[in-house]
């Protein structure tokens, strides 16, 4: 072989080996996707929801657990200051005591989201989901007070969209994890 043509190979070889390794460790967040998409997760929102976090591609299910948890709280405290943010506009009395609502329910999930963490690093699986259920709950009951008034129409919809896609992709990992 000449050189060249040696060196060519060499180069190709390693950029084989690593796209490789590079797909094998994107693997995890495909199959886990796979396994927790559902009604209430589209599997495009947890593939990209999980790689928006670098440690997502060295991360084993375990640790991919505790990027879906971190995920959702960052979501939960910005989604928390944006509602500040909206309070301080002019709105109707109605959107008004919902925004208000929701500040709260916020600032409550954000707590309840620490301790599923707690929870889950100390491998307390029903706590986890209990908490994750109530910060569910809480976005979920952010968006149906907006509903109370035909026409009305909540500021927040992507956001408890987004957390509660989030919660459905920590408390469907953790499923998968307590069982294994
Ligand atoms: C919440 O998470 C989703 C999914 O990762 C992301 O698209 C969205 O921008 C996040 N929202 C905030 C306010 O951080």
């Known amino acids: 072989m000449n050189r060249a043509l040696c060196t060519f190979s060499l180069v190709l070889a390693s950029s084989l080996v690593l796209l490789h390794a590079e797909s094998a460790a994107n693997d995890i967040v495909v199959d886990t996707c796979k396994k927790v998409s559902s009604r209430d997760l589209s599997y495009d929102f947890c593939v990209q929801a999980l790689r928006s976090d670098p440690k997502s591609r060295t991360a084993d299910l375990q640790g991919l657990g505790l990027v879906a948890l971190n995920l959702l709280e960052r979501n939960v405290t910005s989604t928390g200051s944006y509602v500040q943010q909206l309070l301080k506009r002019k709105w109707d009395r109605f959107v008004r005591v919902r925004l208000s609502d929701c500040s709260e329910l916020y600032s409550e999930a954000v707590l309840h989201t620490r301790e599923s963490i707690e929870a889950y690093r100390a491998k307390r699986y029903p706590d986890v989901q209990n908490w994750l259920s109530m910060v569910d709950t809480a976005a979920d ?11 009305a129409s909540s500021p927040l919809t992507k956001q408890n969209g987004d957390a509660m896609q989030l919660g459905a992709l920590g408390l469907n990992m953790v499923a998968i994890i307590a069982g294994s």
């Open 141 to 151: 009951t952010c968006e149906s007070q907006f509903k109370e008034k035909p026409g």
